[in-house]
């Protein structure tokens, strides 16, 4: 059975993003959300997004509350914030495991398929 994981790594501090606030939307079906949490300690969520039933091939779309998580770790940063929200896009075309990571600072992030 297919499932949907994320975790999120701030590389400005060199450590995990504990409290990123994150929601998951299935592009175009209402879009809207089906699946939200906060990362825990190893900034990662407790469980996943989506799996077994509510798991289908698709599109969709994670996103990363980023501006909130800085300004909760004291940063001092312009406001405007750069990033703000983090949208990351992607489809699903297969049932597996689709593991979604943020590697995430104040000024740019990264993401790929990870396992």
């Known amino acids: 059975m297919g499932r949907l994981t994320t975790h999120v ?16 939307r299935r592009i175009g079906e209402s879009d809207r959300v089906i699946a939200s949490g906060t990362t ?3 900034g990662r969520l407790d469980g996943p997004l989506l799996e077994k039933k509510e ?12 501006g909130d998580y800085f300004r909760s770790t004291g940063l001092a940063a312009p406001k405007p914030l750069f990033l703000d929200v983090v949208p990351i896009r992607f489809g699903v075309s ?6 979604v990571p943020l590697l995430l600072s104040p000024y740019g992030y990264s993401t790929y398929r990870g396992s």
């Open 40 to 42: 825990n300690s190893d």
């Open 9 to 24: 790594l701030d590389t400005s501090m060199g450590r995990p993003a504990k409290g990123l606030r994150v929601e998951l």
């Open 55 to 66: 798991f289908k091939t698709g599109t969709y779309e994670l996103a990363f509350f980023a």
């Open 94 to 99: 297969e049932d597996g495991h689709y593991h």
